[in-house]
C-alpha cells in the first residue's frame, strides 16, 4: 500500500520513519528482500529495487503484467551455501483467483515460472534461513607459517622484564570465507601478577575497541577490510608492572565472529622469567662422517632452556657438510644477564675392511667369510652378529661392522657357483685287432671355458686318439676350477672281419671252386689279407634248388590298371609267367586279379547358376568325400563360377571322381518407366518394365502379389509404394520397390472466418497453389464476384461460403468459410480521458450503451497495482458509475491506469473486456 517507509529494530522495538505518504509516495509494496545488501520490493506492476538514499530514484527491474501473470505478494531469501543465494516469488493472480511460486532471478532480472501452483494465497513469507546464513571458513592465525608454533598458535620469545609484549607473529593472518570480520575477542589467562598483568591495543582508526585489563573486544561496524583486522592483531600488546615478576607462561587466546559464525580459538604463549634461563653445561660430542643431523642442545650437559642463539650456525649439525669445531650456545633475556655453554664436535674416522674379491665355487663348495680385527657391533647380511659367517650358496653377502667410536662401515662380496656337473665320453674302436686306431672324444657337461683335459698315462688334449683297445680315465677343469673325471673303453674286434654271400644253383648243376667240383649245398671258406692289414675270412652259400611256382591273388580298382611284371592289367584275369634263374632253371610265377568296381559321383557336367543365388552339388554313396576345397561331406554349396571336383572313397577302398562346370549367368536388371495418375486419388497410373537384361527369357511379371503375368505392363494404378518381382525360365529373378509419384495436390483455402455486423462487407481471402486457377465460389449470394479469390462478402445473415477451384487437367479442390452476422456492440470503453471540469470526458465509463445493459463489476488501477475504483450491479447508464479521476478525495496524477469492466446482457449473457486508460489534464 502506499505508505510511509522506516526501519524498524527487531531487538530493540525502536522505529525510525525514512519517508511520508505526502512527501515520498512508492506505491504498492507487496513483499521486501535483500540481495547483495539491496532492498527489493514487488507490486502488481513488477519488481523493483529500492533507494534507500532517494526513494525517488527507486527503478523497476523486473516488469509484471497485472491481468496477464499477476502481482507479487511477498519474496523470502535464503542462503544456500556461504556464496550461493536463492530469491522465492509468491505471485497472485487477481483475475483468475490462482496463486503461483516462482524464482526471482535477479542476475537476469527474469521471473522464472518453475510450475508450482498454490492451493492458497501467501501474502507474507518468512524463514529463519533468511537472517541466519550458513556457515562459512573463520580462521585466526597468529603466526601463519608455524615458525614458532604449529597449528593456530603463537609462541614468543623468553622475557625477564618485559615491557610492551606483541601477542602474534609478524605473519599473523586471518581467512573469511565471507570477506570480513565482525569482531575478535582477545582474553589473557594464566596471569600470575594480577593487575600488573593487561593487554592493550595501538590503535587503527577503522577498528574499535571496548573492554580492558585482561580482556579486550574488536569491533568495527563499517567492516574494514581483512587486512586492517590482520594490522589489528599486530597493534596488540602484553604488558607486565610487577617487580619482580612471577616466572611462567602466560596464554592469549583470540576468537573471531562473522555473521553468525565463530572461529576456532587461536593461542599465543608467553614465556617469562624472573632471571635468565639456562644455557646448560659445556659438552663433548664424537659424530660419524655421514651420520644424520642432529640438534647441538641435546649434546649439552645440565639442563639448558630452549630458544638461546647459536654461534656459529643455527643449533643443528650436520656431519656430511657441517664442520667440527667448537659451537657457543648463548640464553639471553630483556633485563637479563645472559648465561652461554659450549658444544665441541669431533668427526670420528670411519672403519674400512673388506670381505675379498668376488669368487666362484665348484658344486658343493662354501667359502668362509672372516670379519676383520678390531671392529665390533657386527651385522651381517643373514642378520647374524658373529665374527664369521659361512658362505654356501650364490648370491651378495655383505658386512657392517663399527669402530670404538661407533662409526660403522660396510662391504659387500658376490659369490658364483659353477655348474660343471660331469663329463661324457664317446669312445670309437679300434679297426683291427690289435690296431691303435682307436679314440675317445669328451664333452664336458656345463661350467665355464675354456677346460683343460688330463687323461692317463699323461696325455692331454681332446679328443684322445690313435689309441689301442683299452680303458682310459679323464680328469676336465674349468676356468673355475672345478673338475669332473670319468672312464671309457676303446674296444677291437674279437675275430677277423668276415664276408658272407650264397650263390643259388639249379640242381643238378656244378660248382667248382680252388679246384673242386661241388654239386650239392656247401659253405666254402678261404682267408685273406685287407687293405688296412687285418686278417678276413670270405664264405660262399651254395644252395642247389629245383624249379619254382609262384602263384599269387590280386585286387585292382576300377580305372586303376594294375601292373605285374611290365603288365597293365585293368579287368578280371590270370596271367603266368615263366623265367630262368641265374643258374638256368626254369620259374613259374602266375597272378589272379579280380577288379572291383569304383563309387560313382554322379554329378552332372555342367550347371548353370545365377548371379547371386547358391545350388547345391549332391554327390553319389561312398563311404568318404574330400572336395577340391577339402570339405569331407557328400554335398557342397556352389554360389560362384568354376570347376568343383570331388574325390569319393568306396567300402572296398577303390576312389572315384566326378566334377561339375558351374557357369555364372548375368543376374536380371531393368530399367522402369513410371507414369503417375493425372489427379490426386485417381487410378490411372502405369508402370511399365524396360531395357530388362540378363537371365534367361521368358520372363515373369508380378506386382504387389498379384498374379505372374508375361507382360511388362501394369495400368491403371493409383499412387503408392509397389512390389515389383520379375522371374526368368533359370530361377534368376529380381524383386524392388517401385513409387509411383502422385500428382502435386491442389491446394484451396477459403482464408479465416469473418465476422461483421448487418449492413457491412468483409472481404475472403481465398487462395490455391494453381497459378492460374479457374475459380467457383458459392452459393453467390452477397458476395461481389464468384470466380475471383477475394470477394466482397456481405451476406444478410450468417453464411458457409464454399471455394471450389480448377486446374487445367480438371484437377479440383475446395474449402469453406463461414461469415458470421454479429448484433452490434453494446457499449465501448474510451482510451483516454481529463477530468478537469469542462464537461468533456470528465469521467471513465461505458460510452455508446445499450440502456437495457447492467455492469456487474467495474475497477480501476494505478501502474502500482492499486485499485482506485470500484463500482458492482449499476445499470449502464447510473451516474455513479465513471471514475472521476480522483482516490480518497485527491486528483489521481497524470498517468495510464488500468480497468476492468464485466457486463451482463438481458439475456444473460457476460461481456468482458479489460484495457489501459491515458489520464489527462
Known amino acids: 500500500m502506499i505508505g510511509a517507509v522506516g526501519i524498524a529494530n527487531v531487538n530493540t522495538g525502536e522505529t525510525e520513519i525514512l519517508t511520508t505518504t505526502e512527501t515520498d509516495p512508492v506505491g504498492y509494496g507487496f513483499g521486501l528482500t535483500i540481495r547483495n545488501d539491496s532492498l527489493y520490493y514487488g507490486d502488481g506492476f513488477g519488481i523493483h529495487y529500492m533507494d534507500r538514499e532517494n526513494f525517488q530514484n527507486s527503478e523497476m527491474v523486473i516488469p509484471l503484467d497485472i491481468f496477464e501473470e499477476g502481482a507479487i505478494d511477498d519474496m523470502v531469501t535464503l542462503q544456500l551455501s556461504c556464496d550461493s543465494t536463492i530469491t522465492y516469488g509468491f505471485r497472485w493472480v487477481p483475475f483468475e483467483e490462482r496463486y503461483f511460486m516462482d524464482i526471482i532471478d535477479f542476475e537476469n532480472q527474469q521471473r522464472i515460472d518453475i510450475g508450482c501452483e498454490l492451493p492458497f494465497r501467501i501474502r507474507s513469507a518468512a524463514s529463519p534461513l533468511e537472517l541466519t546464513p550458513p556457515a562459512c571458513t573463520l580462521v585466526v592465525d597468529p603466526d601463519l607459517d608455524d615458525s614458532t608454533a604449529p597449528l593456530l598458535s603463537y609462541a614468543a620469545d623468553t622475557a625477564c622484564a618485559p615491557g610492551a609484549l606483541p601477542v602474534v607473529d609478524g605473519d599473523a593472518g586471518i581467512e573469511s570465507e565471507l570477506g570480513y570480520v565482525d569482531s575478535i575477542r582477545v582474553l589473557l589467562e594464566g596471569t600470575l601478577d594480577g593487575a600488573a598483568e593487561s593487554l592493550s591495543f595501538l590503535g587503527q582508526d577503522s577498528i574499535q575497541v571496548s573492554g580492558g585489563g585482561s580482556a579486550l573486544l574488536l569491533s568495527a561496524p563499517l567492516r574494514p577490510s581483512i587486512q586492517a583486522w590482520e594490522q589489528a592483531l599486530q597493534a596488540l600488546r602484553y604488558s607486565n608492572t610487577a617487580m619482580p615478576l612471577q616466572a611462567g607462561e602466560r596464554q592469549v587466546r583470540f576468537i573471531a565472529y562473522a555473521a553468525n559464525n565463530v572461529s576456532d580459538t587461536a593461542h599465543a604463549r608467553l614465556p617469562l622469567f624472573s632471571s635468565t634461563p639456562s644455557a646448560g653445561e659445556d659438552a663433548s660430542v664424537t659424530a660419524c662422517p655421514g651420520a644424520a643431523p642432529f640438534q647441538l642442545l641435546d649434546s649439552l650437559a645440565g639442563s639448558p632452556a630452549p630458544g638461546g642463539q647459536w654461534q656459529p650456525g643455527s643449533g643443528s649439525f650436520d656431519p656430511a657438510t657441517d664442520a667440527p669445531g667448537t659451537y657457543l650456545y648463548i640464553q639471553s633475556s630483556a ?68 669402530n670404538s667410536a661407533g662409526c660403522a662401515a660396510a662391504d659387500t662380496i658376490e659369490l658364483a657357483f659353477s655348474d660343471l656337473s660331469g663329463v661324457s665320453l664317446q669312445p670309437s674302436p679300434a679297426l683291427c685287432r690289435g690296431g691303435s686306431s682307436g679314440s675317445i672324444l669328451a664333452a664336458p657337461q656345463g661350467g665355464l671355458p675354456p677346460y683343460s683335459y688330463h687323461w692317463t698315462g699323461g696325455i692331454a688334449g681332446n679328443p684322445l686318439s690313435g689309441m689301442p683297445a683299452g680303458t682310459y680315465s679323464l680328469t676336465v677343469t674349468d676356468a673355475a676350477g672345478c673338475t669332473q673325471a670319468a672312464t671309457a673303453e676303446i674296444t677291437e674286434p674279437a675275430e677277423p672281419v668276415l664276408s658272407q654271400e650264397s650263390l643259388q644253383l639249379c640242381s643238378g648243376d656244378t660248382f667248382t671252386w680252388q679246384g673242386v667240383a661241388y654239386t650239392a649245398d656247401t659253405l666254402l671258406t678261404t682267408l685273406y689279407t685287407t687293405a688296412e692289414g687285418c686278417d678276413s675270412a670270405y664264405q660262399l652259400q651254395l644252395v642247389f634248388t629245383s624249379a619254382i611256382l609262384i602263384e599269387e591273388e590280386a ?110 549367368v548375368p543376374p536380371l536388371s531393368a530399367a522402369f518407366s513410371l507414369l503417375p495418375p493425372g489427379c490426386t486419388g485417381e487410378e490411372n497410373g502405369e508402370i511399365t518394365v524396360a531395357g530388362l537384361e540378363g537371365g534367361s527369357p521368358p520372363y515373369q511379371y508380378e506386382l504387389s502379389g498379384s498374379a505372374p503375368q508375361s507382360s511388362p505392363v501394369f495400368a491403371g494404378l493409383p499412387a503408392g509404394s509397389y512390389e515389383l518381382g520379375i522371374s526368368g525360365s533359370n530361377g534368376c529373378r529380381l524383386d524392388t520397390v517401385l513409387v509411383l509419384p502422385g500428382p502435386v495436390p491442389v491446394t484451396a483455402d477459403a482464408g479465416p472466418a469473418r465476422s461483421i455486423v448487418p449492413g457491412e462487407a468483409a472481404p475472403l481471402l481465398g487462395s490455391t497453389n494453381l497459378l492460374v486457377p479457374i475459380v467457383q465460389w458459392s452459393p453467390p449470394e452477397g458476395l461481389s464476384c464468384t470466380d475471383c479469390l477475394t470477394p466482397q462478402a456481405s451476406p444478410a445473415q450468417t453464411q458457409l461460403y464454399q471455394l471450389q477451384v480448377t486446374d487445367s487437367l480438371g484437377c479440383t479442390a475446395s474449402d469453406e468459410v463461414l461469415v458470421t452476422v454479429e448484433e452490434r456492440q453494446g457499449f465501448a470503453m474510451p482510451n483516454a480521458f481529463s477530468p478537469n471540469g469542462d464537461g468533456r470526458n470528465d469521467a471513465l465509463g461505458p460510452v455508446f450503451a445499450m440502456q437495457e445493459l447492467r455492469v456487474r463489476r467495474f475497477m480501476v488501477f494505478n501502474r502500482w497495482g492499486a485499485m482506485l475504483h470500484e463500482r458492482e450491479n449499476l445499470p449502464i447508464g447510473d451516474p455513479g458509475l465513471p471514475w472521476d479521476g480522483t482516490f480518497k478525495g485527491q486528483a489521481a496524477p497524470v498517468e495510464v491506469y488500468a480497468y476492468y469492466i464485466e457486463v451482463e446482457w438481458p439475456d444473460g449473457r457476460v461481456q468482458q473486456d479489460q484495457g489501459e486508460v491515458s489520464l489527462l489534464r
Not at 340 to 360: K, N, R
Open 335 to 402: 633485563g637479563c644477564p645472559s648465561d652461554t655453554a659450549v658444544a665441541t664436535v669431533e668427526i670420528a674416522d670411519a672403519p674400512a675392511f673388506s670381505l675379498g674379491a668376488d669368487t666362484i665355487l665348484c658344486p658343493g663348495g662354501s667359502l668362509l667369510l672372516q670379519a676383520p680385527a678390531g671392529l665390533q657391533n657386527y651385522s651381517w647380511s643373514d642378520g647374524s652378529s658373529g665374527a664369521s659367517l659361512l658362505a654356501q650358496g650364490p648370491g651378495s653377502f655383505w658386512l657392517q661392522a663399527a
Open 555 to 664: 585286387t585292382a580298382c576300377e580305372g586303376e590298371p594294375y601292373s605285374w611284371q611290365g603288365q597293365l592289367l585293368s579287368q578280371d584275369t590270370t596271367a603266368c609267367i615263366t623265367y630262368a634263374s641265374s643258374s638256368g632253371c626254369d620259374s613259374t610265377h602266375c597272378l589272379t586279379l579280380a577288379v572291383l568296381p569304383a563309387p560313382d559321383a554322379g554329378l552332372p557336367d555342367s550347371l548353370l547358376l545365377c548371379g547371386g543365388s547358391t545350388a547345391v552339388l549332391q554327390a553319389g554313396p561312398a563311404a568318404g568325400y574330400t572336395w577340391l576345397d577339402g570339405s569331407q561331406g557328400s554335398s557342397i554349396e556352389v554360389g560362384s563360377p568354376g570347376l568343383y571336383s570331388v574325390t569319393l572313397t568306396g567300402d572296398n577302398g577303390c576312389v572315384g571322381n566326378g566334377s561339375t562346370e558351374v557357369l555364372l
